[in-house]
């Protein structure tokens, strides 16, 4: 295939400033990643991490695309990936982490992704509603 090389190859000539620039900039990109782009990464596939999740491939498409979600379920994906999901605030004195998250709800049956739903609090007139996120 004429015009195509390693990258390695395109980058053996630079300055050790140069390469590293680009070193840092790989460190800055690895650090901020949509979850498909971690999947990835990661060299799973959305089936193999469904078969991991018990889940449809569909549902994992759709986690890859929300913008919202539980922390549960976030959590599941990350640890479907091999990785431990950690969460911390940062503030102008310091960082906290926040250790709320670490161990809530039991795994559903066969560790699936539960159905995203909320029980709102009881209303005034005393019923309570529920929606799906």
């Known amino acids: 295939m004429s015009g195509h090389r390693p990258f390695s190859d395109l980058t053996k000539d630079f300055s050790p400033e140069r390469q590293a620039r680009v070193a840092e900039k790989v460190r800055t990109l690895k650090q901020a990643m949509a ?8 060299a799973q596939s959305q089936a193999d991490l469904a078969a991991s999740l018990h889940v449809q491939q569909p549902a994992v498409a759709k986690m890859e695309r929300r913008t919202d979600m539980y922390v549960s379920n976030l959590r599941r994906f990350i640890e479907a990936l ?10 102008p004195e310091g960082s906290v982490s926040i250790t709320q998250f670490a161990a809530i709800d039991p795994p559903t049956a066969e560790g699936a992704l539960p159905e995203e739903t909320r029980t ?5 007139n005393g019923s309570r509603s529920a929606s799906t996120v």
């Open 35 to 42: 979850l498909a782009e971690l999947r990835e990464a990661r």
């Open 82 to 91: 091999g990785g431990t999901l950690e969460m911390v605030a940062h503030f």
């Open 120 to 124: 709102l609090p009881e209303s005034p």
